[in-house]
């Protein structure tokens, strides 16, 4: 079974508009790490966030939050107001304490925000 | 500001042709992963290693294998590349969570080879 699940492949936006991103995840651990990337046409994975499984609480970053939500196993990813820059592939990640350092990346979301 | 970097952006091959790709960072990381990237499959692991000259296979080892003799450095070696070895490789690096919690540390990625094997 898959640990991490990213269920929309692809999304098309246009500019300005809100998008969110689902991660849904599944583990038996009771301390785990969620992540967001993001990768660029470039390629590069880039560093978005990092959420414990002790932190429930919301994060703002400017135009990204990010809603963890442990009852639904869900750590949602939100872009307000897109723009063109914010087209890229995103990937949500798991990694459990128990398994050292092993990241279980979903299969990513495209994101497509138009002019 | 973490730095991984990879030799290569894009690479070129025949089939069993020996392939050496290479990762090295600069923030004196313990931990150093290769993974590969398929459309619709995500990244899959390849190879880590948690200190020099360790290294634990990942989830898809078949066909590769990795030396690392320095901590800074981490190669994948394709001993005979195949046409199903054609894809994007990721190497990345974290250092290790000393504290009670492990596996926090934040994985940081190099920009990537693409692999082509002819």
């Known amino acids: 079974a898959q640990k991490v699940t990213q269920a929309q492949t692809e999304i098309s936006v246009v500019e300005k508009e809100d998008v969110t991103l689902d991660c849904v995840y599944e583990?038996?651990?009771?301390?785990?790490?969620l992540f967001w990337y993001k990768q660029p046409p470039s390629g590069e994975l880039v560093f978005l966030i990092r959420r414990n499984s002790f932190d429930e609480q919301n994060e703002i970053s400017g135009r990204y939050s990010w809603n963890f939500q442990k009852s639904t196993s869900s750590f949602n990813f939100t872009i307000t107001a897109s723009q063109v820059v914010d087209s890229a592939v995103y990937f949500c990640?798991?990694?459990?304490?128990?398994?050292?350092?092993?990241?279980?990346f979903g299969s990513g979301t495209k994101l497509n925000v138009k002019p | 500001d973490v730095k991984v970097t990879q030799s290569s952006r894009y690479l070129v091959k025949r089939t069993g042709e020996k392939v050496f790709l290479e990762c090295v960072q600069d923030m004196d990381h313990e931990n150093m992963f290769w993974y590969r990237q398929d459309p619709g499959l995500g990244l899959r692991l390849i190879y880590f290693s948690y200190d020099v000259k360790m290294k634990e296979k990942g989830d898809i080892p078949e066909g590769y294998s990795v030396s690392r003799e320095k901590k800074e450095r981490f190669s994948l070696i394709l001993e005979s590349a195949s046409t199903n070895q054609t894809s994007m490789y990721l190497c990345a690096s974290s250092s290790r969570d000393r504290g009670k919690d492990s596996g926090r540390d934040t994985q940081y990625f190099g920009p990537g080879t693409r692999l082509t094997v002819l």
């Open positions: 990640a798991l990694s459990e304490r128990n398994n050292f350092n092993k990241f279980y």
């Open positions: 583990t038996r651990d009771t301390t785990y790490y």
